[in-house]
């Protein structure tokens, strides 16, 4: 069980209170955000995946980090223009390796049928997805796929956009929801302060972003954090002998061999 009081489950866990994070799959390796990625984060034993959802034209959450296709496909214009039929048919690895030119973007459906019973997800819900509306939403559509795989006590999400946290809470206040710290909407409180504010269980913020400071607050009041994306072993290391919770890396493996060599 991962430590924290509404963290998620880990499917395997070494029972050492860190939780070795791939972001947007084993990202260094393979095209980010494929199945490719993915079943590589689980072949190097990372014990949570880190992904992103936006909302295709017919209302399907697709895993995709970028609303351009343009970087990371064959495409062109931005994911809410297409249906899933027809972002199924764009190419999404071969801008990685000509050899990954297989990969399509997945839909969460696919992910979350991958995963279960072999690894957590961390489900980031991307900014540009987020309305006002919670009926027919993101969060509520991204919500009912998790409970449809039974996954709802391995998946952590999280978002840029405070809404989308008050969404999930307001569909189910025991989902667990991770804070994203944005300067803009959280307004100069200590994390302690946004994540009370908002009902999260979890604080994400970046490794530039952490401080000595924000460490004693997160420790004091006992709240989970998970600071992205580091590739470094120096980093790494200070991390991990900061306390922190776990780390998002695109190296899962190189995350391992550090953490279990300290």
Known sequence: MAKGPNLPSLYFDDGDDFIVIAHRGASAYYPENTMAAFEGAVAMDAEMIELDVLMSKDGVPVVFHDLAL?????????????????????????????????????????????????????????????????????????????????????????????????????????VSVALLYNKHQSQRQLPHQQVGKFSADAFNCSFRQFSKKWSRNLKKHGIPHFIYTVNSKRKMKKLIKAGVSGIFTNKPDLLHRVKDNL
């Open 70 to 174: 343009d970087d990371h496909t064959n495409g062109n214009g931005y994911i809410p223009q297409y249906t899933v039929e027809k972002l199924k048919k764009l190419d999404a690895g071969s801008w990685f390796d000509k050899k990954f030119a297989d990969q399509r973007i997945p839909t969460l459906e696919e992910v979350l049928q991958f995963a279960s019973g072999k690894i957590a997800l961390n489900i980031e819900i991307k900014t540009e997805a987020v309305s006002d509306q919670v009926e027919g939403g993101v969060e509520q559509k991204s919500l009912e796929l998790v409970k449809q795989y039974g996954m709802e006590k391995h998946v952590l999400f999280s978002s840029f956009d405070y809404r989308a946290v008050e969404h999930l809470k307001q569909l189910d206040p025991e």
